[in-house]
């Protein structure tokens, strides 16, 4: 069974730093492309950014390049989101996904890791 | 950027209803389309991807058509665990979401 699980979400002020964590398990890591979806209160999904089965490519959106860096570990089967610079607009449950293949639709998502940036 | 546009943003039906989301891209995306169900404090569950073809595991009572611009998904008979939120995500060009279609209980 696929799991995807988000951790080290909380409440940071804004300007501050935060770094997330999607554990995978129930597949091969390092055969798949991995995402990051958030989604601010009462509000739809957007993507923030994608990463290579390999780690040797990433993406960013536009509203956080520059902020947010995508990185992975294959030995550990986890993907980060480390963001900095971080804005009130950035308040969200950010959401990992596995990519069926890079560019392609995610097939499994996490529960979701809240992120409030709030003074 | 390619735009998606999702209608209605609610809709309100009754179990044992036909129900029938709409999607439309702001360009052509082939059939590059997915659409998902969310519940309250969940991740999205993929339904359907390549805009017709039905994941692993999702009822037969859903269905997707449509290419280019325009798609639609279709749900034959509501069921009462089919009260969500539905969204479309084009992956012609990065990810783009629809706004979503939230389904209530008439």
């Known amino acids: 069974e696929v799991q995807l699980l988000e951790s080290g979400g909380g409440l940071v002020q804004p300007g501050g730093s935060l770094r997330l964590s999607c554990a995978a398990s129930?597949?091969?890591?390092?055969?798949?492309?991995m995402s990051w979806v958030r989604q601010a209160p009462g509000k739809g999904l957007d993507w923030v950014s994608a990463?290579?089965?390999?780690?040797?490519?990433?993406y960013y959106a536009d509203s956080v390049k520059g902020r947010f860096t995508i990185s992975r570990d294959n030995s550990k089967n986890t993907v980060y989101l480390q963001m900095s610079g971080l804005r009130p607009e950035d308040t969200a449950v950010y959401f990992c996904?596995?990519?069926?293949?890079?560019?392609?639709?995610?097939?499994?998502w996490g529960q979701g890791s809240l992120v409030t940036v709030s003074s | 950027d390619i735009q998606m546009t999702q209608s209605p943003s609610t809709l309100s039906a009754s179990v044992g209803d036909r129900v029938t989301i709409t999607c439309r891209a702001s360009q052509s995306i082939d059939s590059l389309l997915a659409w998902y169900q969310q519940k309250a404090g969940k991740g999205p569950n993929l339904l359907i991807y390549q805009a017709s073809t039905l994941h692993s595991g999702v009822p037969s009572r859903f269905s997707g058509s449509g290419s280019g611009t325009e798609f639609t998904l279709t749900i034959s008979s509501l069921q009462p665990d089919d009260f969500a939120t539905y969204y479309c995500q084009q992956y012609r060009g990065g990810w783009t979401f629809g706004q979503g279609t939230k389904v209530v209980i008439k």
């Open positions: 990463i290579s089965d390999s780690g040797t490519n990433t």
């Open positions: 129930g597949f091969t890591f390092s055969n798949y492309a």
């Open positions: 996904a596995k990519e069926t293949a890079r560019g392609s639709m995610a097939d499994y």
